[in-house]
């Protein structure tokens, strides 16, 4: 038996005003959803009440990781997934590259990615960042090493850090289209941080290749955002966990972070970016590679839905829906039966609303699918979860995916 477990990220959202008062998994026509759901739908709240909705504890609950036990901050997991280990009395944050304008005297924060920046664009910036003299003394104070990757998403470890500190950080695609000053940081290393943001603006608002970026109507990154703080973060093995191997795959640091800590592989996929044209194939493939190989359990992590709705564009949010439709779970029907019976449970992580941009702690609709028992095939939405399966604690899904006691 395999078994397979694919997040379309963000996917699920409220009723939509455009699409007829529909929800976008409401409005879409999606056959492969539908054969999934001929097994088993429902609705599950993959993020418990009173923790804040977001990738990192949704999907740490969607494993078996209770985040209101297991949870001491979102960069922590990133950091692990790009192998980067906190000593004691280091704190990581998420470091965006942010694009900001500034408009009657006040910054406002127009994009959380900095216009979507990635490759050399996005290197070359933080690490020009990183070596200015206006910007040292700033990283100096604040003991701030930081992990510089080649995309808007960067990892920042400020050392000497007491340990009861409490960091007060705002998530940037939050807050989009309002005063970066209502939302610099409170709490310990408040004056630090802010430093570090304001000075980072004063380099990055004039670098040549923003300059570049806006003659070619882009959005410039040119201020970095860091947050999220975390200390080290301890997860049970998965393997011991549910007596399953296996594998994850994806574009983005935060989730190769989970897998790290629950002792899974997740390999790099050339052309994966967390984008509306990431490989979505070459994901299937290293799934099916995995399994085959011998893993008992893959899964597969799709950010573009959510990174559209956060971008406010409702027609690419559709797109992605049907490129995971389309270009996940048809080739992973198609491909699975060649490995004997299998499992798949497709959900999202959390909500993202095309109303506010941001993200909802709402329950989603889920389904499961059983080769052994695929049944009618019917719809995988809000509307038609709601007359299924109710799972109020998300944390017990993947036992229910994987057939286990957890």
């Given at each position: ?240 966990k549910y007596g399953r191997t296996g594998t994850v795959i994806s574009a983005v640091p935060l989730v190769w972070g989970i897998a790290e800590l629950a002792g899974l592989k997740h390999p790099e996929v050339p052309g994966a970016n967390g984008d509306l044209d990431t490989n979505y194939e070459g994901k299937v493939e290293a799934a099916i590679a995995a399994l085959k190989a011998g893993d008992d359990f893959a899964a597969i992590h799709v950010e573009a ?102």
């Amino acid at each position: 038996m395999k078994y397979i477990l694919v997040i379309g990220d963000g996917m699920s959202d409220d009723a939509v005003p455009e699409l007829s008062r529909k929800t976008p998994l409401e409005y879409l026509d999606l056959p492969y959803f539908g054969v999934l759901a001929g097994s088993e739908t429902g609705t599950c709240q993959t993020v418990p009440e009173g923790v804040p909705a977001g990738s990192d504890t949704a999907i740490l609950n969607i494993f078996g990781y209770d985040p209101r036990w297991s949870y001491t901050g979102r960069s922590v997991l990133e950091a692990a997934g790009v192998g980067v280990t906190l000593k004691p009395g280091e704190v990581s944050m998420r470091v965006n590259l942010c694009a900001v304008e500034e408009i009657g005297g006040k910054l406002i924060i127009h994009s959380h990615n900095g216009g979507n920046i990635e490759g050399d664009e996005a290197e070359n910036l933080m690490n020009d960042l990183l070596s200015d003299p206006r910007f040292i003394p700033a990283a100096q104070k604040a003991k701030l090493t930081v992990h510089v990757s080649r995309t808007f998403r960067h990892i920042g470890v400020f050392g000497d850090v007491d340990e009861s500190a409490v960091f007060k950080t705002t998530e940037p695609h939050n807050v989009l289209e309002q005063d970066v000053g209502l939302y610099y940081p409170t709490g310990a290393m408040a004056e630090e941080i802010t430093a570090l943001m304001k000075n980072s603006y004063e380099v990055l608002r004039d670098h040549p290749i923003n300059k570049a970026r806006v003659a070619a109507g882009k959005l410039p990154a040119n201020m970095i955002w860091p947050w999220g703080a975390g200390r080290a973060m301890l997860l049970n093995n998965f393997t011991e966990k549910y007596g399953r191997t296996g594998t994850v795959i994806s574009a983005v640091p935060l989730v190769w972070g989970i897998a790290e800590l629950a002792g899974l592989k997740h390999p790099e996929v050339p052309g994966a970016n967390g984008d509306l044209d990431t490989n979505y194939e070459g994901k299937v493939e290293a799934a099916i590679a995995a399994l085959k190989a011998g893993d008992d359990f893959a899964a597969i992590h799709v950010e573009a839905p959510d990174e559209m709705t956060h971008a406010g564009k409702l027609e690419e949010k559709l797109e992605a829906i049907r490129r995971l439709d389309q270009r996940v779970i048809k080739p992973l029907l198609e491909k699975l039966p060649e490995l004997g019976d299998f499992r798949i449970l497709l959900l999202s992580d959390h909500k993202t609303l095309m109303s506010t941009r941001t993200h909802d702690g709402k329950p989603v609709p889920y389904a499961i699918y059983d080769s052994r028992n695929p049944g009618t095939p019917s719809r995988l939405d809000e509307a038609t979860a709601q007359q299924g399966v109710w799972l109020p604690e998300g944390r017990f899904i993947m036992g229910r995916l994987l057939e286990v006691e957890a």
